[in-house]
Nanobody
Framework: QVRLVESGGGLAQAGGSLRLSCAAS????????MGWYRQSPGKQRELVAR???????SYADSVKGRFTISRDNAKNTVYLQMNSLEPQDTAVYYC????????????????WGQGTQVTVSS
């Protein structure tokens, strides 16, 4: 079973930076899509950044120019570099992956990490 583990959250001041990591483990073939979502109290979970395999990355309008998603296929890890943080970036950040597994080699299976808290103070 695929497991996603996030790290790198914490407290930052407005204008500061944090880098989130999401490491995947377990038996799988490869990722088709990896992405980051976030959820603030009382709000729905929203897409922050998305990186399809072999495709173009996409970002929420609110983070364009400030956040960068990247991946290291050798380490099965996806990153989210967050610069120029704003208090409204405060949320729990979740890693999501669409994965081709040995039991589902043609249809991606979705997986979520446990979430990591990011708090930005003004």
């Amino acid at each position: 079973q695929v497991r996603l583990v996030e790290s790198g959250g914490g407290l930052a001041q407005a204008g500061g930076s944090l880098r989130l990591s999401c490491a995947a483990s377990g038996g799988f073939i490869r990722f088709s899509v990896m992405g980051w979502y976030r959820q603030s109290p009382g709000k729905q979970r929203e897409l922050v950044a998305r990186m399809p395999s072999g495709g173009s990355t996409s970002y929420a309008d609110s983070v364009k120019g400030r956040f960068t998603i990247s991946r290291d296929n050798a380490k099965n890890t996806v990153y989210l570099q967050m610069n120029s943080l704003e208090p409204q970036d405060t949320a729990v950040y979740y890693c999501n992956a669409q994965i081709l597994t040995y039991t589902s080699p043609n249809t991606p299976v979705g997986a979520w990490g446990q979430g990591t808290q990011v708090t930005v103070s003004s």
